[in-house]
């Protein structure tokens, strides 16, 4: 089954066609992995699913309804999260209050219920905290749910960031890049722990740049360059792929 | 008990003990000053949870003081007895209109002090709305400006309209009568439970704004305040809830503007102008920005030196260096939560090992 469906995006910025007639699927209960060069349109293509960006042309189809034309805001209403390249944590912010952000669209209290702190209120704060600390738990961060979280090494900020991220209890979760900056048994961890969250059931899209960790755990590859998809296959095809090969070493050699 | 019970608890005591200080030391006439100052608190505490904790500059709220003290103003002192259309005589059997006296004895019939009050408040949120929608996209320098501009014209709008007295602004403003025998009122035999009754007001208007800023809404604007795209991403309605707090300190402010005209029992232009709004903006900076405490603190002791004229013909120049000082040198405002330890940084020695990854 399709949860996320691409169909024929474009988006230009200016003279630049960052992202060219762009279609591909993502099966629900997978990870798919998007490739890529550097400046190939990967962030964008991530801008444009999850709302940050609107296409100038196609549709984008997320659990059977179009939402190319939604806020992200809405997109993560109906079940899309992401995270970002450049970490983008909540400062002055602890790694609990970071992830019970996270937890804002499961939860209802407004502005009249928060301030007159009804007793409906407390029971829903402690439901948060209860499932905040059993991410953190699956994580394995819970000594540091009291740490302000942007203070936290870089590899952790990665895991806390994702911890949010499935606070939401995504359907889809877009992950831009998640091992950028780690080293290498951090790398397998994450490896690890994309797998895992698969097996939770949530559908995992990731950007990676680290090839043995996207051939390692992902269903299927999706290359781009400049905009444009060059190859999809399962990850084993993509490496023998001649026009992928071309792109990530040919232009090394001119 | 929470932490913030204990707070609210000691600022209580603290304004009991100003009170029982003034009737000792037999200074009751601080009273009045104290009890205006208590207004203008409410209208700080209301602006430190926008600029503080929703991260929104405004530079207009001024003009949402002025909204609230002249619609009551106005309604209060507008004589309805010779005008018999339908509307006023329904209002007149609905209860909505008192007759009273004015100072030379003349017979007025006028709207309703809770009518008034309620109109007043109504208008804050409709134009609060309206002009907050729009501005709110902007950030920054922009908001400031665009919010400096609501504040001029709400400014130029009272000095420049005959009915609502141009320059002279309005008087005779009646006394707010509310259950119990209590009045907002300057007279002076009704000092004591006026200075209660406005720092009561205060102290609710705190613990609606702390209880806020624990709640789901709160950890929102602190998110929203942080990154605005990644709260976004993960389902905060930024934009909503940006002109929520935006509504809400202009209700705080308008509410307060209601109060005081009362109290006083009259409001000028003087009110609505821009250096009025500078003033309450410089106040939540040397408070603290984020910090609510601090700001009620400063609102306390700032504007009652203002009031007993500490700072003579450079009160406006005062609050305006403030504010220089402030973003010069503590842009994140004086009594912020991590001072202490940011001052021991700043001396200990060793802080050549903070730029190490
Ligand atoms: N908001 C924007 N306005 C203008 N140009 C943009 C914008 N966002 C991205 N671009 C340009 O679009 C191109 C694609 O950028 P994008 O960030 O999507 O690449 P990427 O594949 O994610 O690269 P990387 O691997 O370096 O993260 C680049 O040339 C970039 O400069
Ligand atoms: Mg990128």
């Given at each position: 089954m399709t949860l996320l469906s691409i169909r024929g995006v474009s988006k230009r910025f200016g003279g630049l066609q960052a992202v060219n007639d762009l279609s591909f699927d993502v099966a629900a209960g997978s990870i798919k992995a998007l490739i890529g060069p550097n400046g190939a349109g990967k962030t964008t293509i991530f801008n444009l699913i999850s709302g940050s960006l609107h296409p100038d042309r196609g549709e984008i189809v997320f659990g059977g309804a179009e939402i190319q034309a939604m806020s992200s805001c809405e997109v993560a209403v109906r079940g899309m999260v992401r995270t970002f390249q450049h970490i983008r944590l909540f400062p002055k912010m602890t790694v609990l209050e970071n992830i019970m952000a996270g937890r804002h669209v499961h939860s209802r209290a407004g502005f009249i219920a928060g301030?007159?702190?009804?007793?409906?209120?407390?029971?829903?704060?402690?439901?948060?905290?209860?499932?905040?600390?059993?991410?953190?738990?699956?994580?394995?961060?819970?000594?540091?749910?009291?740490?302000?979280?942007?203070?936290?090494a870089y590899g952790q900020q990665r895991v806390v960031e994702i911890g949010r991220a499935l606070a939401c209890e995504p359907k889809l979760l877009l992950l831009d890049e998640p091992a950028a900056g780690l080293n290498m048994r951090e790398t397998n961890e994450m490896g690890r722990l994309i797998s895992r969250i698969r097996d939770m059931g949530v559908t995992v899209l990731l950007v990676e740049h680290d090839m043995s960790l996207v051939m390692k755990i992902s269903d299927e590859v999706v290359v781009v360059s400049y905009g444009e998809k060059i190859a999809e296959d399962r990850p084993l095809s993509i490496q023998k792929n001649r026009e992928v090969i071309r792109v990530y070493l040919g232009d090394d050699e001119c | 008990m929470e932490r913030k019970h204990f707070a609210v608890a000691g600022f209580t005591g603290l304004i009991v003990a100003i009170q029982l200080a003034t009737r000792i030391t037999g200074t009751e006439y601080f009273l009045t000053q104290l009890t205006m100052t208590a207004y203008y608190s409410l209208v700080i505490v209301g602006l430190c949870m926008l600029i503080g904790y929703a991260g929104q500059i405004s530079l207009g709220h001024a003009?949402?003081?002025?909204?609230?003290?002249?619609?009551?103003?106005?309604?209060?002192?507008?004589?309805?007895?010779?005008?018999?259309?339908?509307?006023?005589?329904?209002?007149?059997?609905?209860?909505?209109?008192?007759?009273?006296?004015?100072?030379?004895?003349?017979?007025?019939?006028?709207v309703h002090p809770w009518l008034a009050c309620v109109s007043a408040i109504l208008l804050t949120v409709v134009v609060a709305y309206l002009v907050g929608g729009p501005v709110l996209k902007l950030k920054g320098h922009y908001l400031a400006m665009a919010t400096l501009g609501i504040g001029i014209i709400v400014y130029r709008i009272v000095l420049g309209t005959e009915f609502l007295g141009a320059s002279d602004g309005i008087s005779e403003v009646p006394g707010f009568p509310l259950p119990g025998g209590l009045v907002v009122t300057g007279d002076s035999s009704l000092r004591i439970?006026?200075?209660?009754?406005?720092?009561?007001?205060?102290?609710?208007?705190?613990?609606?704004?702390?209880?806020?800023?624990?709640?789901?809404?709160?950890?929102?604007?602190?998110?929203?305040?942080?990154?605005?795209?990644?709260?976004?991403?993960?389902?905060?309605?930024?934009?909503?809830?940006?002109?929520?707090?935006?509504?809400?300190?202009a209700v705080f402010a308008s509410l307060a503007g209601v109060l005081l005209t009362h109290f006083n029992g009259g409001i000028g232009p003087s009110e609505a102008g821009v250096m009025k709004s500078v003033r309450y903006v410089a106040i939540v900076a040397i408070g603290?920005?984020?910090?609510?405490?601090?700001?009620?603190?400063?609102?306390?002791?700032?504007?009652?030196?203002?009031?007993?004229?500490?700072?003579?013909t450079y009160d406006d120049a005062v609050f305006g260096a403030i504010l220089i000082l402030i973003m010069l040198f503590a842009p994140d405002g004086l009594l912020r939560r991590h001072l202490f330890s940011d001052m021991k940084r700043l001396f200990s020695r060793d802080h050549a090992g903070e730029e190490a990854p």
């Open positions: 301030m007159l702190s009804l007793p409906f209120t407390w029971k829903e704060e402690r439901r948060i905290r209860e499932r905040s600390f059993g991410i953190m738990e699956m994580l394995g961060i819970v000594p540091h749910a009291e740490t302000e979280a942007v203070s936290l | 003009g949402f003081f002025a909204i609230g003290g002249y619609v009551t103003a106005f309604l209060t002192t507008w004589d309805l007895k010779s005008n018999h259309g339908a509307f006023v005589s329904l209002l007149e059997r609905s209860g909505a209109l008192v007759s009273r006296q004015d100072v030379y004895g003349g017979n007025l019939l006028t439970s006026n200075y209660y009754l406005a720092w009561g007001v205060v102290i609710l208007g705190m613990v609606l704004l702390l209880n806020l800023i624990h709640s789901r809404v709160g950890r929102a604007l602190a998110a929203l305040h942080g990154a605005e795209d990644a709260a976004e991403a993960m389902g905060i309605p930024t934009a909503r809830y940006k002109l929520h707090t935006f509504v809400l300190s603290g920005m984020a910090n609510l405490w601090g700001a009620l603190s400063m609102s306390l002791v700032l504007n009652y030196l203002s009031l007993r004229g500490y700072f003579g």
